[in-house]
């Protein structure tokens, strides 16, 4: 029979399997009237469906039973996984004792064991030969049974269809996306390789375990004609069939993009992108009629929105304007005004995540202005951090979701902004060459207040910038001061990932300024906003409010079964960032390194020590991870000091301390905590003289930029110099930080029991003895432990 012929069987027999089995015949009989050969072909069809639809209607488990013990070549058939289309598709291992190996076997079902379907079974052998990806199940071998019918033998695949496995995970829209783009990489793979899938739809794209999509079932795919460059399909399902599938005209390679249009509409909406419904009639229908898929945004529903983990506002202002009119594109009942090639269906979808214009959007001015001033926002405010040499503790995105033509003002205003910021240091506009980075962040934050006073979102994301660099250019309350600022402009703003990332940071600063009240206060806010707008909120946003949040619970005495799930959480939003990624304003390395540090640390020692080999091995030869570095060090130096290895931790401190020298100088508050901890080992370690010259170094004209660091190096500096038996010198700082009735007044009190017992004073010591016996035990074994343990026996 021609494929003409087929086309023509085919399409009375979908029409016969809309009808009840008793009305089948009376239907073939009318539409094949005269026609005894093409009434037989239909007949033979809708005989082998119904053989197949009575075997599909037994216990798995008997069909298990009957082929369980059935070897085909080098494998032992273990049970059915599933039946459909030309075959069944068994679980496997190899028996011939050669290797252990798990496959999946596929063999022609028996009612459709016909030459045709034979013949269509050996060439998805050879198209599933010519495929070697990632993401499309691999062959592994073929042949032969006894009986004469090929089989195949492929990887087997744990897996769920993707829109399942989707769902029964809750992704949002945008991990969705991230799953589909594998999907997208194998089909073009296999278009490259002159090859048609022809059956595209979710349970035949499987998502294993580990987030790895496997594109599955080549048993409908086809060559494409070297010459004319088509295929015909003699198999497929309708409900993804493109129009000119449906129709039985010449297939290209448009008529999978269709199909992905229909299963990204579901992916992203829940919904079907045709009123008409998904019967076979109502399929056929719209591709004759030309009927027109509805915007996927009018699709959702507050069901499918939940499953998404968003109101069905914000995912319809998420999937408005590019994401639908991407898929709507790929929709097209004309193939002509379809994506070309999947390669520029997946090249719009990267556009559209990176903030730049679409090909299925028109491509006016406004359109193209307002991307190119999203894309660059962020850009230019980090242009101006890195230009005066100013150490970034965190870059901070933004994107407002307003109209192209306001967004490419708001750039303007920035640019204007910095501009003049720049001129006013230039000599020759009344400033000086010699200006530093303190001088810089003054007067931008003096010039930010009146010229960007007007524009709420501007002036939030330069005060939010200016204040993490304000921490180490002037200290953490002028910095508090300037976020407070930023806050306020960010509410007025109306960005909630703005304002979330914001709050958390505000924590941050209140926490390292002893103020765990209004810390605590702050992350509530940030954590409200996060919980309740994650999908307006950009990876970036959602990534920084986690840290700040956990790094604020974790100083202020937070739950800590909470606080380490937002660690782990915010560090599994960095490992979804491909290295690469252009994104985020914060290199995604850098990221990585923050939440790896963070989540050592809420693992506690014993368990961080994967953790800080990954901070390790990225910051390797990078000399942009420095800072990170520097933490890393130290947290690995004081996990040494917890269990008493001092000599061993004095290294690892020794050259946290020459990071902090070069990073932010040596009067810097957090190089001198690093300092105290290294003169508190060194002292352990028995190296009086060295102890005592860098404890009087980390103390001496402290700032207090930064308290909690200025506390923890008054603290340890004291501890050196009394384990080293300066106590002349520990003394004062001991009557210092008791009287501060901070975080480290305990150790003041300590240190001036030991004093006053020493020297026999009891009734002078009494009043702190209590709190010597409460941190002595939290002290390693050592010298400091051991002389005040000596005290409270006297």
Not at 683 to 691: K, N, R, V
Request: overall charge negative; aromatic content about 8%.
């Amino acid at each position: 029979m021609s494929q003409d012929r087929f086309r023509q069987a085919e399409e009375i027999f979908y029409g016969a399997l809309e009808l009840s089995p008793d009305t089948r015949p009376a239907y073939v009989l009318e539409h094949t009237t005269g026609d005894q050969e093409l009434f037989s072909e239909v007949s033979s069809l809708l005989e082998a469906y119904e053989q197949q639809e009575q075997l599909s209607s037994r216990s798995d488990s008997r069909d298990v039973s009957i082929n369980a013990a059935r070897t085909i070549g080098a494998y032992q058939l273990d049970g059915l996984i599933g039946k459909g289309g030309m075959g069944a598709v068994y679980l496997a291992h190899r028996s011939d004792g050669q290797y252990e190996q798990t496959v999946a076997i596929k063999l022609i079902a028996l009612p459709m064991a016909t030459e045709y379907f034979r013949e269509r079974f050996r060439q998805e052998r050879q198209i599933l030969a010519t495929l070697d990806h990632p993401n499309i199940t691999r062959l592994i071998d073929g042949g032969m049974t006894q009986e004469g019918d090929p089989y195949l033998v492929m990887e087997y695949v744990d897996g769920r269809p993707l829109d399942r496995y989707c769902d029964e995970q809750r992704l949002s829209a945008s991990e969705r996306l991230q799953l589909f783009a594998q999907a997208l990489n194998a089909v073009d793979y296999a278009h490259q390789h002159l090859i048609v899938h022809g059956d595209l739809k979710p349970s035949n794209i499987l998502v294993t375990g580990a987030g790895v999509v496997k594109v599955v079932d080549f048993g409908t795919s086809r060559f494409i004609d070297e010459e004319a460059k088509t295929l015909t399909a003699a198999a497929m399902t309708p409900k993804y069939a493109s129009p000119e599938q449906l129709r039985g005209e010449n297939l290209t390679t448009a008529s999978d993009v269709f199909s992905l249009g229909m299963i990204l509409f579901e992916l992203l909406t829940g919904g079907s992108p045709f009123a008409t419904g998904d019967s076979f009639l109502s399929v056929f229908e719209r591709a004759v009629n030309e009927k027109n898929p509805v915007d996927p945004a009018d699709a959702v529903t507050d069901n499918a929105a939940a499953q998404r983990q968003a109101s069905a506002l914000e995912l319809r202002q998420y999937i408005r304007g590019d994401l639908s009119s991407i898929v709507l594109k790929a929709l097209a009942h004309d193939p002509f005004q379809r994506y070309r090639s999947v390669a520029e269906f997946t090249a719009d979808l990267e556009n559209h995540k990176l903030g730049r214009p679409v090909l299925a959007r028109r491509q006016t001015f406004l359109y193209r202005a307002g991307k190119f001033a999203r894309r660059h926002r962020t850009a230019v405010v980090v242009a101006a951090v890195v230009a005066a040499s100013l150490l970034s503790v965190g870059t901070y995105a933004y994107r407002e979701q307003a109209a192209a033509l306001e967004e490419g003002r708001q750039a303007k205003v920035m640019n204007t902004f910095l501009m003049r910021l720049f001129q006013s240091i230039n000599p020759s506009y009344g400033g000086r060459s010699d200006f530093t980075p303190r001088e810089l962040v003054d007067r931008a934050a003096a010039q930010a207040d009146t010229m960007l006073g007007r524009e709420p979102a501007a002036r939030a994301q330069f005060m939010v910038s200016l204040g993490a660099n304000m921490v180490f250019t002037r200290g953490v309350p002028d910095a508090i001061r300037v976020y407070e600022k930023g806050s306020e402009a960010a509410r007025q703003s109306g960005d909630f990932g703005l304002q979330a990332e914001t709050d958390a940071f505000l924590g941050y600063l209140h926490a390292a300024d002893n103020d765990c009240g209004a810390a605590l206060k702050s992350i509530a806010e940030a954590e409200k906003l996060r919980l309740g707008h994650q999908n307006r909120m950009s990876r970036e946003w959602r990534f920084y409010s986690l840290i700040n949040e956990a790094k604020t619970a974790f100083l202020c005495g937070g739950d800590p079964q909470k606080t380490r799930r937002k660690s782990d959480e915010a560090l599994a939003l960095a490992r979804q960032i491909s290295d690469d990624s252009l994104e985020e304003g914060t290199p995604p390395p850098i990221m990585k390194a923050v939440a790896l540090i963070l989540s050592g640390q809420m693992h506690g020692c014993d368990g961080a020590k994967p953790y800080f080999d990954e901070v390790a091995a990225l910051a390797r030869d990078n000399p942009a991870m420095a800072g990170q570095e520097a933490e890393l060090t130290f947290t690995q130096g004081l996990c040494l000091v917890t269990r008493g290895e001092f000599v061993q931790a004095v290294p690892l401190l020794r050259h946290s301390v020459d990071l902090g020298v070069q990073l932010w100088g040596e009067a810097n508050d957090v190089t001198r905590e690093y300092r105290a901890y290294l003169a508190y080992s060194l002292a352990e370690a028995g190296q009086s003289q060295p102890a005592v010259e860098n404890a009087r170094a980390s103390v001496a004209n402290l700032r207090c930029g930064i308290p909690f660091a200025c506390q923890a190096a008054l603290a340890y500096g004291m501890e050196a110099l009394m384990t080293a038996g300066d106590d002349e010198s520990a003394l004062p700082i001991a009557r210092q930080i008791a009287a501060a009735n901070g975080r480290t007044a305990i150790v003041g009190k300590t240190g001036l029991f030991v004093a006053l017992a020493e020297s026999n004073d009891k009734v002078a010591a009494q009043p702190y003895r209590a709190a010597a016996q409460a941190f002595a035990p939290r002290l390693a074994r050592g010298r400091w432990r051991t002389r005040i343990e000596k005290a409270l026996a006297k």
